[in-house]
C-alpha cells in the first residue's frame, strides 16, 4: 500500500520561502503559497540570485532587472508583497558560510515559523542532475535556520540589531522525491498557473508551446502525481523537518 501524506502542519502565521532564482517556487509550490495567503498567512520570497544566467540570448545585465521584475509579478499572482534578493552570482553559488549568514539573516529579521526551500539533494527523483545553486541553496537554508537561532554562530548579526530567532518549527522541502506531507493545491491552482506564467520571457525561450498551455500541462502533472498519496486530491508534496 503506498504511504498516505500527513497534511501539512497548519498552526503557523509566518513563512519564509527561499531558493535559488526566479521561477524556483511558481515550479512546484505556488498553490500552496495562494492557499496559506487565503488563509491570513503571510508568506515572504527570499531569492539568492536575480537568474541572470538563465537566458542565453539575454545578457546578464539585461537579464537581471527582466527576471526580477517577472519574479516579483510572479508574487503578487499568489499574494506575496515582499519579495528580496540576496545578489549572489547566478550559476556559480557557493555552499558555505557567507551564504548561510545572509539566509540567517534573513531568519532572524523575518521571524518565520515555517521556512520553506527547494531540493537540495544531487538528484531529481534519481533521473536528472540537480543544478549546483539548487543543491547549495537548499542544504544552506536547512544549516541557516539553525545558525538563526544560534547567537554564537554568526555574532556580527546580533551586533546589528538581528537577535537570535529560534522560532522556525519545520523546514518543508518542494522538489523532493522523498515527500512526507502536502498541501491541498485546488484552491490556489488557477494563480499558481498565473504566477508561473509570469515568468514568460524564460518561459518562451524554454518552450516552443504556448507558454499558457506549458504552464498548465506542467503544473496539473505535478499536482496530480501527489495525488494518489493525498486521498485523491491535486496537491502540492514537501518533505517537512520538524525542528
Given at each position: 500500500?503506498?504511504?498516505?501524506?500527513?497534511?501539512?502542519?497548519?498552526?503557523?502565521?509566518?513563512?519564509?520561502?527561499?531558493?535559488?532564482?526566479?521561477?524556483?517556487?511558481?515550479?512546484?509550490?505556488?498553490?500552496?503559497?495562494?492557499?496559506?495567503?487565503?488563509?491570513?498567512?503571510?508568506?515572504?520570497?527570499?531569492?539568492?540570485?536575480?537568474?541572470?544566467?538563465?537566458?542565453?540570448?539575454?545578457?546578464?545585465?539585461?537579464?537581471?532587472?527582466?527576471?526580477?521584475?517577472?519574479?516579483?509579478?510572479?508574487?503578487?499572482?499568489?499574494?506575496v508583497g515582499t519579495?528580496?534578493?540576496?545578489?549572489?552570482?547566478?550559476?556559480?553559488?557557493?555552499?558555505?558560510t557567507a551564504l548561510?549568514?545572509?539566509?540567517?539573516?534573513?531568519?532572524?529579521?523575518?521571524?518565520?515559523?515555517?521556512?520553506?526551500?527547494?531540493?537540495?539533494?544531487?538528484?531529481?527523483?534519481?533521473?536528472?542532475?540537480?543544478?549546483?545553486?539548487?543543491?547549495a541553496v537548499g542544504?544552506?537554508?536547512?544549516?541557516?535556520?539553525?545558525?538563526?537561532?544560534?547567537?554564537?554562530?554568526?555574532?556580527?548579526?546580533?551586533?546589528?540589531?538581528?537577535?537570535?530567532?529560534?522560532?522556525?518549527?519545520?523546514?518543508?522541502?518542494?522538489?523532493?522525491?522523498?515527500?512526507?506531507?502536502?498541501?491541498?493545491?485546488?484552491?490556489?491552482?488557477?494563480?499558481?498557473?498565473?504566477?508561473?506564467?509570469?515568468?514568460?520571457?524564460?518561459?518562451?525561450?524554454?518552450?516552443?508551446?504556448?507558454?499558457?498551455?506549458?504552464?498548465?500541462?506542467?503544473?496539473?502533472?505535478?499536482?496530480?502525481?501527489?495525488?494518489?498519496?493525498?486521498?485523491?486530491?491535486?496537491?502540492?508534496?514537501?518533505?517537512?523537518?520538524?525542528?
Open positions: 500500500m503506498t504511504q498516505q501524506l500527513e497534511p501539512m502542519p497548519t498552526d503557523w502565521r509566518r513563512a519564509l520561502a527561499v531558493v535559488a532564482h526566479p521561477d524556483d517556487l511558481e515550479y512546484g509550490c505556488a498553490a500552496a503559497v495562494a492557499g496559506w495567503i487565503d488563509e491570513g498567512r503571510e508568506v515572504t520570497y527570499l531569492l539568492a540570485t536575480r537568474g541572470e544566467a538563465g537566458i542565453d540570448t539575454i545578457a546578464p545585465e539585461e537579464c537581471a532587472p527582466l527576471r526580477e521584475r517577472e519574479q516579483r509579478a510572479s508574487a503578487a499572482a499568489v499574494g519579495v528580496e534578493f540576496l545578489g549572489h552570482r547566478d550559476g556559480v553559488i557557493e555552499y558555505g548561510r549568514r545572509d539566509i540567517a539573516a534573513a531568519v532572524r529579521r523575518h521571524r518565520p515559523e515555517l521556512v520553506i526551500t527547494l531540493n537540495h539533494r544531487d538528484t531529481w527523483g534519481g533521473v536528472a542532475w540537480n543544478t549546483p545553486d539548487h543543491r542544504r544552506a537554508t536547512l544549516d541557516a535556520v539553525g545558525d538563526a537561532g544560534n547567537r554564537w554562530i554568526f555574532p556580527e548579526l546580533t551586533r546589528r540589531g538581528l537577535e537570535p530567532w529560534d522560532g522556525v518549527r519545520w523546514v518543508a522541502v518542494a522538489g523532493t522525491d522523498r515527500p512526507t506531507h502536502a498541501v491541498d493545491a485546488t484552491p490556489g491552482f488557477e494563480r499558481s498557473v498565473r504566477s508561473l506564467l509570469a515568468h514568460r520571457t524564460y518561459i518562451e525561450v524554454l518552450t516552443d508551446e504556448d507558454p499558457e498551455a506549458y504552464c498548465r500541462t506542467f503544473l496539473t502533472g505535478t499536482a496530480e502525481a501527489a495525488a494518489e498519496r493525498f486521498g485523491g486530491r491535486p496537491a502540492v508534496a514537501f518533505e517537512v523537518f520538524a525542528r
